[in-house]
RNA sequence: GGAGAGAUGGCAGAGUGGUCGAUUGCGGCGGUCUUGAAAACCGUUGUACCGAGAGGUACCGGGGGUUCGAAUCCCUCUCUCUCCGCCA
């Protein structure tokens, strides 16, 4: 959400910014601007009445404690008319804020500069590229089949116990989730982030907190009987660790990295890229997330991309770095980085992260704020976060880059995790 | 699932109709004292909005009501805790 005061000193800049994300801000943000004239008004006129009310209510006290019962019941007749007002000031001022919430949460977050105009994926720009393209042999498998023949992961299965897009992994297959989720978090911690077990459903409050309410109900599954949601991400409870809080500027940046299955209707996105692990309804992530003094959200946003660019360069995958364009990005996000791995039999690259700076934009949601050493006005801290990372799309290049007559190599980082080096 | 209790400032915990935005304690910050620290003592310490400022308004879980006036009374919703039952 933008802060308000913001859009009414600057709707031209907010109207321009949001161009790069194709949206028409023009109506919204002339609604906005109106209303918030509206609304102040009626907050001078109704403090006014209520403070001739208030100052009214303490003589009748004063009269009555004197015994002057007179006087008391005359100074009341003052007051209905005062009631009315207010009442009517108090009703229009609600009305109008809500409006205005209605409209600010319509609002997508401004690009940050450096985002390229674009209209979707192929607007994307290629800011770095890494590691070795696998040759393979014409008769290299995709990862389904490899998945089948080695017995790691039973997607029929998965339909029969729970729906498509459920995938029982067993054996190796098992195994190796366990060892990639235990690799994330090990190398998460050495750089530093706190490991927490977040609650893998949200409520309401939360889902708002970091953007996914209301605008994106239908990507969650909703459990209707107690109002909650299964978690999109881990980024959503992690983060709402941080709403409702108010911190010291010296302690920050606070750093949480976090394992969580997350769930995803994906609805609509049916037919396309969707064989074996490419897209799925539940899946396993490590995630990391961070809360920044505004000042240093770039700096640290650099740094969550070099973490993340380690953790692809370790596996020994073939990867490359994309600054999402204008039209490819989140509503929530102002810049970011996705990491693509080459998965060489399906001859494609996978969306294996995404590292985003949302700046205020969550945090002001969350009323997430800090306070400045010696300064006594909170300010609005900026929040990050990036998976690191995803593990289906991870698995899957895995498998068939390193598919050989022998067997599935695992990457040599891994194999303390796994405890085997070959499938 | 059954029964009961409760929700007040960073925390603890008073307050049952009128100078209560809220006693007090702890914590935090500033100071006195000290070579330094501790202790002791003194002071200070919520957030948001409106306003150039002076200042004003709102907030005691959420919403509604009674009243000139509500943290305090009434209605309603949500949540938390305790005990019993069930159970990993």
């Not at 366990?178 to 939360?206: C, D, H, W």
Request: net charge neutral; glycine share 8%.
């Amino acid at each position: 959400m933008l802060n308000l005061k913001f859009i009414q000193d600057n709707p031209d800049v907010v109207i321009e910014k949001l161009k790069k994300k194709n949206f028409d801000a023009t109506a919204i943000v002339e609604s906005i601007t109106e209303l918030y004239r509206k609304k102040n008004n009626l907050q001078t006129q109704a403090d006014q009445a209520k403070a001739e009310m208030n100052k009214i209510s303490k003589e009748i006290g004063i009269l009555f404690r004197g015994g002057k019962r007179a006087e008391a019941d005359a100074a009341k007749t003052r007051t209905s008319e005062l009631k009315e007002n207010i009442k009517q000031y108090d009703q229009q001022f609600s009305e109008i804020e809500g409006k205005v919430n209605e409209l600010l949460v319509l609002l997508p977050n401004l690009p940050h500069e450096s985002v390229p105009a674009g209209k979707g994926a192929d607007d994307n720009e290629v800011v770095k590229s890494g590691g070795e393209m696998p040759q393979m042999e014409a008769t290299a498998l995709p990862h389904w089949e490899l998945a089948a023949k080695y017995n790691l992961i039973d997607f029929e299965l998965g339909v029969k116990l729970t729906g498509a897009g459920f995938p029982v992994y067993r054996g190796k297959g098992a195994r190796l989730q366990r060892a990639l989720i235990n690799f994330f978090l090990a190398e998460a911690t050495k750089a530093g982030y706190e490991e927490v077990q977040p609650p893998l459903m949200v409520n309401e409050a939360s889902g708002f907190g970091t953007g996914q309410l209301p605008d994106k109900e239908g990507q969650m599954y909703h459990v209707g009987i107690d109002n909650l949601y299964l978690i999109p991400t881990a980024e959503v409870p992690v983060t709402n660790i941080y709403r409702d809080v108010i911190l010291e500027a010296k302690d920050l940046p606070y750093k949480n990295t976090a394992y969580s299955a997350c769930f995803r209707r994906e609805a609509g996105s049916y037919g396309k890229d969707v064989r074996g692990l490419n897209r799925l309804h539940q899946f396993d992530k490590v995630e990391i997330v961070q809360v920044a003094h505004p000042d240093k959200s770039y700096e640290i946003l650099e740094q969550m991309v070099a973490h993340v660019e380690g953790l692809v360069q370790k596996l020994e995958l073939p990867y490359r770095i994309l600054r999402l364009c204008g039209g490819d990005m989140s509503f929530t996000s102002a810049l970011t980085y996705d990491f693509e791995v080459y998965s060489a039999a399906q001859g494609k690259w996978l969306e294996v992260s995404s590292v985003s700076n949302f700046e205020a934009f969550q945090a002001n949601r969350l009323k997430l704020r800090f306070r400045e050493d010696g300064s006594k006005k909170p300010q609005i801290a900026h929040t990050l976060n990036g998976s690191a990372l995803a593990l289906p799309r991870i698995v899957a290049a895995l498998l068939e880059n390193n598919q050989a007559s022998e067997g599935i190599r695992i990457p040599k980082v891994l194999v303390p995790y796994t405890g085997f080096e070959m499938i």
